[in-house]
C-alpha cells in the first residue's frame, strides 16, 4: 500500500513539475506551432504583461472605413501559451469589417461606442444578426463566417478577445476574387458569370 501511495506522489510531481505559470513569448526566436519559446523567469517584468495598443483609435482612412488594431503575440508577448488574443475594433460612419472567418478561434465582441451591427452565419446557413450598443457583447463560434458594420451616424468602436493567440483570418471576398484561380474556376464554383468575376479580381488584384 505505501508503494502504491509513493508511486502515486511520484508520478503527481512528475505531472506538475512541468507546470509554467505563463511563458512570456521571446520573439526573437522563430515561432513554432506550440507559441514563441519562453523568455526566461527571471528576465520577465511587469510590462510583459501590460498593453496599451488599444488605446489609440485605428486609421479608417481606407476602403472598408474601419481599422482593426491587433494585440497578439507579436505585440502583446505575455499572451504566449495562454491560449488569448485581442483586438480593438474602429468603424467610420458606413465602416464594415467584410464577412469573414477566424479558422482557429471563436470570437467575443464588446462594444465601446457608437452602435454595431453584427452577425453570423451557422454550417445551416441560419443567420443571427444583432444590432448592438455600448456595453453590449456578442459572441462568434469558432470558424464562422461573421461581419460587423457601423449601424450609426457616428464612429463606433469594440474591443474583441479570441480563444487563441492565433485566431487566422480568411476574407470571404478576398478568398474568392483576390487569387490567381483562372476565372473560369471562380465563376463554374461561383455561378457568377465571367465577366462578374473578373471585374471583382480587378478590384481585389486577383488575377487569372
Not at 19 to 44: M, S
Not at 74 to 79: K, R, S, T, V, Y
Not at 183 to 199: I, R, W, Y
Amino acid at each position: 500500500m505505501l508503494r502504491i501511495i509513493f508511486l502515486l506522489s511520484l508520478l503527481f510531481a512528475l505531472s506538475t513539475a512541468s507546470v509554467q505559470d505563463f511563458c512570456v513569448a521571446n520573439l526573437k526566436r522563430a515561432e513554432t506551432p506550440a507559441g514563441y519559446p519562453c523568455i526566461r523567469p527571471i528576465h520577465v517584468k511587469a510590462k510583459d504583461f501590460v498593453f496599451s495598443g488599444l488605446g489609440t483609435p485605428g486609421n479608417t482612412t481606407n476602403i472598408i472605413s474601419a481599422a482593426v488594431t491587433p494585440g497578439f503575440v507579436a505585440q502583446f508577448p505575455g499572451l504566449n501559451g495562454l491560449g488569448l488574443s485581442t483586438a480593438r475594433l474602429d468603424l467610420a460612419p458606413k465602416g464594415v469589417i467584410p464577412m469573414h472567418t477566424h479558422p482557429g478561434a471563436s470570437e467575443v465582441l464588446f462594444v465601446l461606442d457608437g452602435a454595431i451591427t453584427a452577425g453570423f452565419v451557422s454550417s445551416a446557413n441560419s443567420v443571427y444578426v444583432q444590432t448592438l450598443k455600448p456595453g453590449q457583447v456578442m459572441v462568434f463560434p469558432q470558424g464562422l463566417l461573421h461581419f460587423q458594420i457601423n449601424a450609426g451616424k457616428s464612429a463606433a468602436a469594440a474591443f474583441v478577445t479570441f480563444s487563441s493567440a492565433s485566431p487566422g483570418l480568411q476574407i470571404l471576398d478576398f478568398a474568392l476574387f483576390a487569387n490567381d484561380l483562372p476565372t473560369e474556376l471562380v465563376s463554374g464554383t461561383t455561378f457568377l458569370e465571367p465577366a462578374v468575376v473578373k471585374k471583382l479580381k480587378g478590384v481585389l488584384g486577383g488575377t487569372g
